[in-house]
T-cell receptor
Framework: GENVEQHPSTLSVQEGDSAVIKCTYSDSASNYFPWYKQELGKRPQLIIDIRSNVGEKKDQRIAVTLNKTAKHFSLHITETQPEDSAVYFC??????????FGSGTKLNVKP | GAVVSQHPSRVICKSGTSVKIECRSL??????MFWYRQFPKQSLMLMATSNEGSKATYEQGVEKDKFLINHASLTLSTLTVTSAHPEDSSFYICSAKQAETQYFGPGTRLLVL
């Protein structure tokens, strides 16, 4: 099956700085890569996603890049705010059949 | 957006008993639902894929006789933890697939004493 690795496990940044979280996947057939934000005790919420036919996608302060050849994708958050503090998970799936998650990154944005 | 509910949100049970967790898609029909298990400060581990009208597909290492899944309708999937033991204590989250997106339930925290 698919194996998704995520780094770093924890990330502390100063408010206003950028944060980057990286994931790699093993199955070259995977073609959809969502990112989720999970606040303590709450359900994961989709924040951005990217398909395998696209190299980059941006939504305001959040962007995701995908390198199919290297099988890695990254989440970029610019101008971080304290409310961005949460655990972020990447995931990979082939045709939305099964979603395999990375191990998560705890982001702490210091005011 | 689409809403998925789970019931109960929290349950405490004695070792050896069975616990049923419900996952409902409230405003859409979901032929496919997923069950995940999440340990503290860890990722979501896919346990099984629940398909309406057919048997669930379990991930490697997940005991199908211990974690019974029933997807009886297009809006309801249930996970029954049979003969629960303390090591089954965890946070169980379901998700329902609508088109190309999965929507998560709020989770059920199970504590087995």
């Amino acid at each position: 099956g698919e194996n998704v690795e995520q780094h770093p496990s924890t990330l502390s940044v100063q408010e206003g700085d950028s944060a980057v979280i990286k994931c790699t996947y093993s199955d070259s057939a995977s073609n959809y890569f969502p990112w989720y934000k999970q606040e303590l005790g709450k359900r994961p919420q989709l924040i951005i996603d990217i398909r395998s036919n696209v190299g980059e996608k941006k939504d305001q302060r959040i962007a995701v890049t995908l390198n199919k050849t290297a099988k890695h994708f990254s989440l970029h958050i610019t101008e971080t705010q304290p409310e961005d503090s949460a655990v972020y998970f990447c995931a990979a799936t082939y045709n939305f059949n099964k979603f395999y998650f990375g191990s998560g990154t705890k982001l702490n944005v210091k005011p | 957006g689409a809403v998925v509910s789970q019931h109960p949100s929290r349950v405490i049970c004695k070792s050896g008993t069975s616990v049923k967790i419900e996952c409902r898609s409230l405003d859409f029909q979901a032929t496919t639902m997923f069950w995940y298990r999440q340990f503290p400060k860890q990722s979501l581990m896919l346990m099984a894929t629940s398909n309406e009208g057919s048997k669930a597909t379990y991930e490697q290492g997940v005991e199908k006789d211990k974690f019974l899944i029933n997807h009886a309708s297009l809006t309801l999937s249930t996970l029954t933890v049979t003969s629960a033991h303390p090591e089954d204590s965890s946070f169980y989250i379901c998700s329902a697939k609508q088109a190309e997106t999965q929507y998560f339930g709020p989770g059920t925290r199970l504590l087995v004493l």
